[in-house]
């Protein structure tokens, strides 16, 4: 049955080196707020809204978008009201690019007017 791994081996060999697409740095952050998910939310948007991010998708629990540098989403997932007295909820913000320096920036930038 070597017929198979032969058959792979010619056509990685007709087809040639395969592109490879550049992964994007992942960076994060997060913090716990005594907001409900929809202040969270409202916030996060002002947040894009204040430093010209596009908006590529809202959910009912994230929002998300990007420049030309790199993509940002705002994930707010309300915490265990059995666990704490007051509402809250957990923000994560994460911003991907390839240049380490413009998705800091964003990062940053994006936590200051959150």
């Not at 040639?16 to 907001?35: C, F, H, M, N, S």
């Not at 413009?102 to 007017?113: G, N």
């Amino acid at each position: 049955m070597r017929i198979v791994p032969l058959f792979v081996a010619g056509l990685s060999f007709a087809l040639g080196p395969v592109a490879r697409a550049e992964v994007p740095d992942i960076y994060p952050t997060w913090r716990v707020l005594g907001i409900d998910t929809e202040q969270c939310l409202a916030r996060a948007n002002t947040a894009l809204i204040a430093l010209d991010i596009e908006m590529t998708e809202i959910t009912s629990t994230s929002i998300s978008g990007h420049n030309q540098a790199a993509r940002a989403m705002f994930i707010c997932v309300a915490d265990d009201p059995t666990v704490t007295d007051e509402a809250t909820t957990t923000v994560m913000l994460v911003v991907a690019g390839e240049d380490e320096t413009s998705a800091i920036a964003l990062r940053d930038a994006l936590k200051e007017v959150f």
